[in-house]
């Protein structure tokens, strides 16, 4: 069985970097073909794909967060990594971690997800 959990500071400042870890059980993040992928949902609001990091290393970002986000990985300890920088209060929202195999916009598994506040 394959589980997902994020884990991450419920608040943080604005103008700080946000850095929440996956950590993945019952899978590889490097099995051939699996994607594992940042999402947030602001209250109110749709899903946002943020990005994701593939069984090789490569990244993807959404263009729109590309130059604030960087995602990356320990495949020592099969997890994975989000790091948002210039945080404002537009950035509080339920982040989930999600993984994929195969196509990578279809999720297999997801975590439960963190409540992330920005907020001084």
């Known amino acids: 069985q394959v589980q997902l959990q994020e884990s991450g500071p419920g608040l943080v400042k604005p103008s700080q970097t946000l850095s929440l870890t996956c950590t993945v059980s019952?899978?590889?993040?490097?099995?051939?073909?699996?994607?594992w992928t940042w999402i947030r949902q602001p209250s109110g609001k749709t899903l946002e794909w943020m990005g994701a990091?593939?069984?090789?290393?490569?990244?993807y970002y959404n263009p729109s967060l590309k130059s604030r986000t960087a995602i990356s990985r320990d495949t020592s300890k099969n997890q994975f990594t989000l790091q948002l920088s210039s945080l404002t209060p537009e950035d509080t929202a339920v982040y989930y971690c999600?993984?994929?195999?195969?196509?990578?916009?279809?999720?297999?598994?997801w975590g439960q997800g963190t409540q992330v506040t920005v907020s001084s």
């Open positions: 999600a993984g994929s195999n195969g196509i990578p916009w279809e999720y297999d598994y």
């Open positions: 019952g899978d590889s993040i490097t099995t051939d073909v699996s994607y």
């Open positions: 990091i593939g069984y090789s290393g490569s990244t």
